[in-house]
């Protein structure tokens, strides 16, 4: 059994996302210590406060899986020069009723891939704002703005040759991070 279980929120619904590509990448370069499971938000009803009292099953189960992790891991596109809403309407579920945030005190690690050259900087940017807030102790650096170009991935979906030494080094990182905030 893993001594650090890692909740991960992928920011993407889309069944061939690239951030899901990475997310499931990324998680080999961590030490087998480590476990990630890839939590569902897409069945997530819109956020709505009338229902903080009677939450539906599927909020139940996203602050469960939430609260049994060691940490968190975001791996989300940009749309719009933002976070996907999917990924905002997640976060808000699992962060009420105010008080009980399953959020909070959770050290996390943010990334996430696009084509565009700057990779998802502005996305990233706006979600650590949202953690910050969360009480989500987020890795500051190395930050990830990972830009989906040929080579990224190799032909069994890992991460390929000319990211390996950059994104290694990430997972070192955010490896460390967990482990320095886990008591």
Do not use: C
């Amino acid at each position: 059994m893993s001594q650090y279980p890692i909740a991960v929120i992928v920011g993407s619904l889309r069944r061939d996302s690239f951030n899901r590509k990475l997310a499931d990448a990324i998680a080999k370069l961590a030490p087998p210590e480590f476990s990630f499971s890839q939590v569902n938000i897409g069945d997530l009803p819109l956020y709505n406060q009338d229902n903080d009292a009677t939450p539906p099953p599927s909020v139940i189960k996203l602050k469960a899986e939430i609260a049994a992790a060691k940490g968190l891991l975001f791996v989300t596109p940009e749309y719009n020069r933002s976070v996907p809403g999917v990924l905002k309407n997640a976060i808000d579920h699992a962060s009420r009723p105010y008080g009980q945030s399953a959020w909070a005190g959770k050290p996390a690690g943010v990334l996430g891939v696009s084509v565009g050259a700057i990779g998802t900087a502005m996305a990233q940017q706006h979600l650590r704002n949202i953690l910050a807030y969360l009480d989500v102790q987020t890795l500051g650096q190395p930050e990830a703005f990972v830009q989906a170009k040929d080579g990224l991935f190799d032909a069994s979906g890992e991460i390929g040759t000319e990211s390996r030494k950059f994104l290694q080094g990430w997972m070192d990182r955010y490896v460390s991070w967990v482990k320095s905030h886990v008591g």
